[in-house]
Nanobody, 122 residues
Framework: QVQLVESGGGSVQAGGSLRLSCAAS????????MGWFRQSPGKEREGVAT???????TYAASVKGRFTISKDNAKNTLYLQMDSLKPEDTAVYYC????????????????WGQGTQVTVSS
């Protein structure tokens, strides 16, 4: 069955960096569009970045210039490099995959990971 397993979360001070990974299995990785989402307490889940099967990327305005989404088709792994982290980036981060790009971008993918906590202290 399809599995998305995130790793790389943790605690870091403001201005620091983290790299999240999402190991995918159970489907043809390179054919799917993928994304990173996050949710902090009391807030709705929001899109952070998406990467189409072609490799084109989009970013939320709040992370543009600080975060980089990428993927390695040979390793079936999605990444999110997060630099210049801010306390407001604190959230549980989820990776997602879907056949429809529009559904991934709008937060309705076919599959979700279980999430990994990122905490940024000031």
């Amino acid at each position: 069955q399809v599995q998305l397993v995130e790793s790389g979360g943790g605690s870091v001070q403001a201005g620091g960096s983290l790299r999240l990974s999402c190991a995918a299995s159970g489907y043809y990785f390179r054919a799917y569009h993928m994304g990173w989402f996050r949710q902090s307490p009391g807030k709705e889940r929001e899109g952070v970045a998406t990467i189409a099967s072609s490799g084109s990327t989009t970013y939320a305005a709040s992370v543009k210039g600080r975060f980089t989404i990428s993927k390695d088709n040979a390793k079936n792994t999605l990444y999110l490099q997060m630099d210049s982290l801010k306390p407001e980036d604190t959230a549980v981060y989820y990776c997602a995959a879907g056949v429809s790009y529009d559904r991934v971008v709008t937060g309705r993918p076919d599959y979700w990971g279980q999430g990994t906590q990122v905490t940024v202290s000031s």
